[in-house]
């Protein structure tokens, strides 16, 4: 497609790429994200798309605004096309407005969806603290009642053992009886 128009160059995709520092099927993407946004890149008749100096422009703008962190793709289409003054974007706005307007509605919906969420967690941890405070009162009262148990026997076989320690002294001979 190196065909000169309009003393503009037409670049392939793959020039652009190289052009670029991207790989091939990235220019691709960004080309259809560009389309589907409503900018307009030329494609000749078997469909092949052709790129002037202006939309390799575009795309360098477009790579650098993704360097940033916090920009994501769609957001540096979106800043480049509305900066090139070339592109009509009023059909564009009207779509984001809808779609502002949705978002506000999705934005309200999930809103109520979270907060319903939160007070059937906030029940839930409260039935579980509950449960919690019985299991460790039922542990607490097992525990006392081992205990109980544990010193009553013990008591018992501390009285058997004296019991069988008296039982045992030798008993007096009946001539040491009165002595």
Known sequence: MSSETDTNKVYS???VSVLLGIQNTTVRKYSQLLEK?????HKNELGHRGFFDKDVIVLRKIIELTKHPDMSLENAINAVISTDSKVDISKYDTQK???YQEILE???RLLKEFEDFKNQQ???NKELLQQLQKRDEYITTKLEQRDQSLM???REMHDTQKLIATTKQPSKK???FWK
Do not use: C, P, V
């Open 97 to 99: 407005s809808r779609t």
């Open 37 to 41: 946004a409503g900018y307009h890149i």
């Open 106 to 108: 999705d934005n309200q």
């Open 122 to 124: 906030l029940e839930f």
């Open 152 to 154: 009553d026997t013990i």
């Open 13 to 15: 995709a793959k020039e």
């Open 174 to 176: 009946w001539w040491e």
